[in-house]
């Protein structure tokens, strides 16, 4: 009698949801292993092309290092100066996604044009810019510029969701204006926060800034798409060494002053 | 005879279906000492956010519109459920002191006093962090009143709840403010810092003359620190006067039952007997 009443003891059993959505998950899977046309099969039986390219690159010619070094410090002042002023832009921007700032008709708006900002990569910008302010390294800096912009008001935004409202109203509570209670209630909350985004968007914007060179947005990236294009393997093997050093240099270094900030 | 400083007339304020005040009308005096009582959740603190704008009463009551008004200083802050422009005027002359201190966490103790002279500083001084020297010696006047002084240059975050909460009265004394309301202000500190917070609001009390609300949960302080209490029962005044004539019956009627009267009733001169020999 008390066996067939549903025993509270009894493990629960896996429901039937739980099994549709694995299929699912299987379906959608095999669907885009199709869709991406992929062919394990082929790095197996082109094995000996790939050896091939692979000796061509080395040993990698350093003939012209002076040049690529020139170059690489012009791909770290275009990735300086498009996220310096995306930090500049996103800080008012930052302010305005923030639902705890500012009204839905202010917020909706200004979230919706960080998304298109966010939506489109730096190389589609930089293609962009190229026609529009000709080939050079500032097509670069405007095309991460915009892009940056959308990705740092974002998290500037959501560190701003976060903050301890009760901070704000003590600033509020003495009688200080809008604009003083942001400056003295809520940067003070977010600001570590926001430095540590600053920085990490400033390294992975080194490595974009590599390959919006490839566009013609000057930089690096002009050296290594003209090498490969030109079948020119040990030179990008050269060029690739040079980023590969300095990108993890940077990563290192900005890791380093991050952890001061959190 | 004295001069009015609070006047709040037939404020009602609904949160959700509860109707958290009820028609309260209040007024309170220059030089006065006021403590506000009442059980959790019978409106006090909420009338205290009220009567420095940081909420705002119904627009309706009963589907018909509101004639809540509460003018502080003589400045009006809300009127029938919309804030006045005057609200910010009044602010700036009107400490304010939260439970949980609300100081800006990752600022200095200096800096923070020194938010209380923002109202009265131009806008590119404030938005530049340039205070003149006079403001910043005037803050460490403050901070000298409440005995931090020696903490000026720490980060808030590392002092203690009691340390902080006499940053909030010292950043309240750099508004020179001319009324004080305290929110729950002892609610969390231990009875030590309670004493110091509650003897130092006293001091501000007495020799400034400005007047002082509190809302407390402890009836023993009220009675030892103020003269005159006013207590809220579900969002109505209760009952309205000196605060010797708190007997038994009343606080019974008040919290529901078993709060015994404090043996300090007598004794108006704020004399912390429990705590004598630790001071």
Redesign the interface.
Known sequence: MNAAAADPLSPPRTSWFTLIMWALVIAVLSWSWQGAEIAPMKIVKDAGNMAELASDFFPPDFKNISYYLEEMLITLHIALWGTLFSIILSVPLGLMCAENMVPAWVYQPTRRLMDAARAINEMVFAMLFVVTVGLGPFAGVMALFIHTTGVLAKLYSEAVEAI?P??V?????????K??EI???VI??V??LWISFSLYRFESNVRSATVVGMVGAGGIGVILWESIRGFMFPQTCAVMLIIIVTVSLLDFGSQRIRKLFI | MNKQVISVQQLNKHFANNHALKNVGLSVEQGEMVALLGPSGSGKSTLLRHL?G?VCGDKTVNDKPSNGYIEVLGVPVQKNGKFCKTV???????G?I?Q????????SVL?NVL??G??STP?WR??T?RFTLAQKQQAMNALERVGLADFATQRVSNLSGGQQQRV?IA?ALM?QAKIILADEPIASLDPESSRIVMDILSDINKKEGIAVVVTLHQVDYAVRYCPRVVALKKGEVFFDGPSEQLDEGTLAALYGSKVTPPQSNKSKTPVPQLWAQTA
């Open positions: 301890d009760g901070q109203e003590g600033v509020r509570a003495t009688g200080a204006n604009l003083e400056v003295y209630g003070p909350q600001l570590p | 420095n940081l910010r005027a009044s602010r700036c002359q009107t304010y939260f949980q201190f609300n100081l800006v966490t990752r600022l800096q938010i209380g923002l109202n806008l404030s938005l962090g909030a950043r508004q």
